[in-house]
């Protein structure tokens, strides 16, 4: 069997997402104790084999056939369940036969790109070092597994004599871009298109509601405790709630809900342009506390900086705390007021960057857990 290589390939991809933020790949197979770190693709084959995951396509569904799910960096996808994850290449598996090799190659964020100017760069980038042997000219509208929103393209390719079919998909709702590939070593070989393990993919990236039902500790020691029953108590401080707090009820609205509540809230002043306009300032790469005009002076620090962190519209919530009634030292008083507040929840922090925006103050809100 002849040997697959993808270095040109990875290298292209790199070079291609830089300025859209890092490609990471963290994978799991279910079922599986596999995982590696390498971006290259040989045809060694995995002494493992995975447990059948019994889901089939949904194309397929007539015929009885098992499947096995691989995780890459929160994106999900499903291949066939005699296929065999190659030894040190995450994301890779090999046909039984040998002959071909699939495997999500890519992950990055979209950033400040449109959809189309990334899918004709990549394409620009490609052909650099590359013959293309066809590609669609545009992409097209797609909806993922998980009924998102997307876009889809193809890239047929030859590297190096070997032929590579590549699915663009672009998740502009998780700020993603997916590259999945199919590789043989002639044209026609390939034993299974690659669309269809595309339309597998499905996205654990800001996938819920992560404020709802919660207790948090704001910077300044206070903890704000959200009922599972829309009700919440805000007490001065967590370490002794007979300090002064204030009750009332809540609403939290996240994604594209977030930004249709606050475009209603004509008090505030926020139209669905700004808020749009705020998003995309931040595709590239999200700062705690917003970000400074020497952050845009100093933009190769800002972005290569530890401290930046990736968001996308599902990551964005308002929230509304309807403060009803203030209690201290045991008297009861009428607040009657509402407390907006805007911004994103990074989820590998468990942290909620808040902006209060009556006050233009960054709260800064850390999970404690489920309240109780």
Request: charged share 25%; aromatic share 12%; hydrophobic share 30%.
């Amino acid at each position: 069997m002849k040997k697959f290589y993808l270095p040109i390939l990875a290298l292209a991809l790199s070079v291609a997402l830089t300025a859209c933020g890092n490609v990471k790949k963290e994978s799991t197979i279910e079922n599986s104790d596999e995982s590696s770190a390498e971006t290259s693709v040989t045809s060694e084959l995995s002494e493992e084999t995975t447990e059948i995951n019994t889901e089939a396509f949904a194309e397929q569904a007539t015929e009885v056939l098992s499947y096995q799910t691989c995780t890459v960096d929160n994106v999900s996808f499903m291949v066939d369940s005699s296929w065999k994850p190659l030894n040190g290449h995450e994301g890779t598996f090999a046909t039984p036969d040998e002959k071909n090799v699939y495997q999500l190659q890519g992950v990055s964020s979209l950033g400040s790109y449109t959809p189309e100017e990334f899918f004709q760069h990549l394409k620009d980038i490609y052909s650099e070092s590359n013959e293309i042997v066809r590609s669609d000219d545009t992409l097209t509208s797609f909806v993922t597994s998980d009924n998102l929103e997307s876009y889809i393209g193809r890239i047929d390719m030859k590297v190096n004599g070997i032929f590579f079919s590549i699915d663009v998909l672009i998740v502009p709702q998780k700020n993603k871009v997916v590259t999945f590939a199919g590789q043989s070593p002639s044209e026609n070989d390939l034993s299974v298109d690659v669309r269809d393990i595309t339309k597998t993919a499905s996205f654990n990236i800001a996938a819920g509601d992560y404020i709802s039902g919660n207790t948090f500790i704001a910077k300044d020691g206070s903890e704000l405790c959200l009922g599972s029953d829309g009700e919440f108590i805000y007490y001065q401080s967590e370490e002794d709630h007979n300090k002064p707090y204030c009750t009332g009820t809540y609403e939290v609205y996240y994604g594209q809900e977030a930004f249709d509540k606050l475009s209603t809230m004509e008090e505030y002043g926020l139209t669905k342009e700004e808020l749009e306009e705020t998003l995309s300032a931040n595709m590239n790469g999200y700062k705690l506390g917003g970000f400074n005009i020497s952050d845009f002076i100093n933009s190769d620090d800002y972005y290569e900086s530890d401290d930046i962190y990736q968001i996308c519209k599902d990551s964005f919530y308002a929230v509304i705390l309807h403060n009803e009634k203030l209690v201290d030292s045991g008297s009861t008083s009428d607040m009657g007021n509402d407390t907006l507040y805007i911004g994103f929840y990074i989820s590998e922090l468990e942290y909620a960057d808040m902006l209060n925006v009556m006050t233009a103050n960054y709260a800064g809100w850390t999970l404690k857990g489920q309240t109780e």
